[in-house]
């Protein structure tokens, strides 16, 4: 019999990626624990960057329209609880253990068989859809973990809509090395008969999506392309951000996101077109209501007074971020580290050519991709004269720049959501 922190070690030690689970596998195994993915309605969300906060943006308005909502998002920061939510809550240990058990025991009967074992992804993925069903959830927000095509949550036949946020250059060794193929892998999601809800700022990739679309026979109604001409900054401050909608059922409807972060706005504005789809649909009130109590760690996270923490780890990420960094008044201190399989130098590029550091503090991720802060280093020196300091232990690298950052002046603390986990669970101690 296992504890909780015996489930959550054989979970963690799974490998993340494995070549011989395929689709059909994980069907089988849902079918054996009862097709617990049945019965509730389903948004699945896809993209590069941006697919979390969408989630959380969703998810804040369904449970403003009196739902009860399941999400399930990854990474996780801290704890692997956190990847799975019923309505405001991470699934509780004992459910979750109770949950890893039933599920358990059904892997173990097809490994015996000869089946091949589930992924990490595939395994969290069944345990939220077996604790969603326990919750009687009406409806599942799902992100997909890497790509679309083939992530576990397309086991999704019919979701009310689908949604693909913006796309960039990631994971380019599995998804591929152009726009076009990894839209394609993105927009392996579009079902027929579904409405997509899109980031359309780029055409290469909305070609993609269209050409996907039309072959599953989908009308142009059921595309709904969002772009920087769909919304409109109205009011900025270092906490937050009024805009309005500039199109659609609610144009001319203002809304406050809870980030001071410029691209929460593309965000927010995405979640409202797929809100736009829902039926019924859901009023001003509930949307407005939805967008203002969004709560999502880790993208542009106010930590303390002038100290935000976010998890931009791929080159248009930290470009979006910069976006608002970069308008934000006073000296700035940068504390960064990245993993190594990241186009970190030209991450180092862009933050450096947007911002000039008043000092830098280049720390270690507590992970094996971690990249040595003295190669950080040495990328920095091509870009940089400001001070550099080098300090592996990540919670001393924060202390380090709380001590440095002097009032009114701003710590950003950014590079890979692995930092971001551990400097969050360096503050709660």
Known sequence: MYS????????????????????????????????????????????????????????????????????????????VNERIRVDETEIPDEAFLDCFLVMKAEIDRMTEEGKAHPSFFECLFVLAMLYFKKCRVEYAVLETGLGGRLDATNVIDQPEVCVITKIAYDHTEILGDTLEQIAAEKGGIIKSGVPLVYEAGNETVSTVFRQIANRLGNSESQLIPVTDNDWKILKKSDKDIDFCCCNGYYDKSIFKVPFPAAYQCMNARIAIAAAEQLSPRPSVKQVSAGIAATAWAGRMEQAAEGVYLDGGHNLDGVTALMDTVSGLPGEKYLLFSAVQDKDYPEMIRELCRRVQWKGIILTEIPNGRRTDPEALKQCFRQYTQAPIFVEPDCKRAYLLGLHKKQEKEILLCTGSLYLIGALKAAIQE
């Open 4 to 79: 909780y922190k015996e489930a959550t070690e054989y979970l963690l030690a799974i490998p993340r990626f494995s070549k011989k689970t395929t689709p059909e596998n994980l069907r089988e195994l849902l079918e054996r624990l009862g097709s617990p993915q049945h019965g509730m309605k389903v948004i699945h969300v896809a993209g590069t960057n941006g697919k979390g906060s969408v989630c959380a943006f969703i998810h804040s308005i369904l449970r403003q329209m009196g739902y009860c909502a399941g999400l399930f998002t990854s990474p996780h920061l801290i704890r």
